[in-house]
C-alpha cells in the first residue's frame, strides 16, 4: 500500500514537473520591442514588422527587445537567460548595467536577478555579408561550398540552465518569435529584378520551360552572377525560337490560295478553257476574291501595329517587314480586279 501511494506521489510530481517545464517563463513583448536601422536615419520598426525582412549588408542595427516573466510560473535560481546573434561588428548587448561585445552572452543569473523587474535587451551589430552554403548537382558531399544569396540572419533568447555560465545544458524555453531576416546587396537586388524581367520576357515567347525553373534555382541557391548572365542568354534565345503567331500563318495560307485561284481562272478563261462558262459569275467572285483578300491586309495590319508597338526591336522589325506584306497584298488585290475586269470585258 505505501509502495503505492510513493509512486502515485512520485508520478504527481513529475506530471507537475513536466507542466511547469512547458510553461512560458519569460514572454517577449512584441508590440513593445522595435529596431533601428543607423544607417538610414534612426526610423524605428517594430519587432513583428521588421521579422523576414532583407536587409543591406554593412548597415548597423540596434535591436531594443522587451522581455517579462509570466505570472504565476514559478522561476527556478538556477534559470538563465541566453543571448544569442549572428550579426558582426563584434555585435555588442546591454542588459541593464551589464556591456558585453559576444555573439553570445548568458544573462539573469541568480534568485537577486530573478526578483529585479525585467531590463530591455540592446543588440548593437552590423548585418553580415550574405555568404551561403551552397550545393551543387553531383557533388553534394562538398558541404564547405559558398555562395552569393540572401542569408538568414537571427536573434535569438532562449531560458535554460547552465554549469560554466558560457553554454546552456539544458534548454528550458525558446522565446518566441525568434528574430530572423535577411542579409543581402544591392547588387543581388538588381540581379533578381534583371532574372524576373528576363524570364518574363522569355515565358511570353516560348512559354515556361524546366530551363527557366533552373535558373531561378540558380539564383535562389547562390549563383545570381550566373543566373543573371544566363536569363539574358535564355531571352536572347527565345526571340530566336520564338514561334511566328498562328494567325499570321493562317492568313497567309488563305491568301495564298486565294492568289493561286485567281491566277488560275484567268488563265483557263483567257486561253479559251472557260467556253460554255459564266464569265460574269467568274468575275464577281475574283472581285469577292479581291475584297477577301483586303480584310486579311486589314488583319495583318492590326498584327503589326501591335508588334510595332513593343519595346522589343525584335518584334519592331516583324511589324516593318508585315507593313511591307501588306502593301504587296493591296497590289495583288488591285491586280486580281484588274483581272476581273478584263474578264467582264471579253464576254
Known sequence: MWKFVVLSLTLLFLSVGMASAQ???LRLDVDKSYVINLDTGGTKTYYKDFLNTEQLEGHTLEFHIYVHKVEKTPILDEYVLKLETNLEGPPEWKFGDDFRRSAEWIVWKGREEHELPMRPIILTGVVPKPIIPVEEPGFEAYKETKGIGRREVY????VGTTKDGATLET???PIDPSMKFLSTNSGIQDAKHEI??????????IGGTDLEEDI?????????GWASMLSEHYKELSVVVE???VALYVILSVILGLILGSAFVYVYVSRGGGRGVDVSQIS????ETSGRIEEKSSSINAISTRFARSEDEEKRGVARELIRIRASLNEISNEIRAIADRIKGSR
Not at 524576373?196 to 515567347?205: C, F, H, I, W
Not at 531561378?216 to 545570381?224: I, N
Not at 464577281?284 to 472581285?287: F, G, I, N, Y
Open 155 to 158: 536573434v535569438k533568447l532562449t
Open 216 to 224: 531561378k534555382r540558380l539564383y535562389e541557391e547562390g549563383h545570381p
Open 196 to 205: 524576373d524581367k528576363n524570364l518574363e520576357e522569355a515565358r511570353g515567347k
Open 23 to 25: 510553461q512560458d517563463v
Open 284 to 287: 464577281s467572285e475574283l472581285d
Open 171 to 173: 534548454i528550458i524555453q
Open 243 to 245: 514561334p511566328p503567331p
